[in-house]
């Protein structure tokens, strides 16, 4: 079988590094994108030993830079059989009123539009070969809204609408599209919205979370399916989760 090439955006940490390490487990060649460059580069180490890597260090709200970074891909890395839109992240909890345009910026720019960017630069490879997989990583903040979640909701409720979106279009050209989404996931999503703030420390504590490597063997078995099956949409939680606000805690 040929080796499979994926293209994972935010794969610095959470959710993206740990699909990278399973997808290298199972031999996928990998490039690896986000920001924070000494974190690709020990990635890129780690799991060289086990499959080959290419690194991309671009800021997905940069539409040339992710075009370009796309475009510089070397001929060995060239050819995307699996893209991975995972980058994002919640910045702030606020209720509506008193929400910050820069995170309202950040978020719409990033989890929304950066998906597009990235896609835009991928997408005419698949059709043109007429094959294709690409996961867009939502939330299961994209299937309901919860207090204070106003603006992440509505990013993720958009990831879900151009995965749908994207999952019509390009039906006649047999690339498969799918939407991961999981509830509440240890990563450092929690350290981000809150800024670094103490508010963080409590959002994980007193149940067990999903962490980064449960999504990412769900995403390696949606990669791995038959040629006929398509994993359109799952949603994900812990078992101490049942909807956004629910959450059985033993403290
Ligand atoms: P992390 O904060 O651990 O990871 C976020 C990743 O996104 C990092 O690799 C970061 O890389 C990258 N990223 C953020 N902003 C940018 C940017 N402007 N340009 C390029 N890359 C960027 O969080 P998670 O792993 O939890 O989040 C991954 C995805 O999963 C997100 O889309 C999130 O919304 C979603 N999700 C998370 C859940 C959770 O509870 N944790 C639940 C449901 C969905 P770098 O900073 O190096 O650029
Ligand atoms: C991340 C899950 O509930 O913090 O998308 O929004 S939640």
């Not at 997808?23 to 080959?52: E, M, N, P, W, Y």
């Amino acid at each position: 079988m040929m080796t499979k090439t994926a293209f994972i955006t935010g794969a610095t940490s959470g959710i993206g590094e740990a699909t990278a390490y399973e997808f290298a487990k199972h031999g996928i060649k990998l490039v690896l994108c986000g920001r924070r460059l000494h974190r690709l580069k020990t990635i890129q180490d780690a799991l060289s030993r086990l499959t080959d890597v290419h690194i991309l260090n671009f800021d997905v709200r940069n539409r040339q830079a992710t075009l370009d970074a796309i475009t510089s891909l070397p001929k060995d890395f060239s050819k995307i059989d699996i893209l991975i839109n995972n980058a994002g992240n919640a910045h702030g909890l606020d209720p509506i009123q008193d929400g910050s345009l820069d995170d309202w910026d950040a978020m719409m720019d990033i989890n929304v539009k950066g998906l597009l960017y990235v896609s835009k630069g991928i997408i005419p490879q698949m059709t043109e070969r007429k094959s294709g997989h690409i996961i867009n990583i939502g939330s299961s903040a994209g299937k309901e809204v919860y207090p204070k979640g106003n603006v992440y909701c509505g990013s993720k409720h958009a990831v879900l609408a151009i995965t749908e979106g994207m999952r019509v279009d390009l039906n006649p050209f047999g690339i498969k599209v799918s939407a991961i989404n999981p509830g509440l996931v240890e990563t450092e999503f929690s350290k981000v919205r809150f800024k670094g703030g103490k508010e963080a420390d409590g959002v994980y504590t007193g149940f067990k979370a999903l962490q980064a490597k449960d999504v990412a063997e769900v995403i390696h078995f949606a990669v791995t399916r038959p040629a006929h099956v398509n994993i359109a949409d799952v949603l994900m939680f812990c078992t101490a989760q049942a909807n956004s606000v629910t959450v059985k805690k033993t403290v």
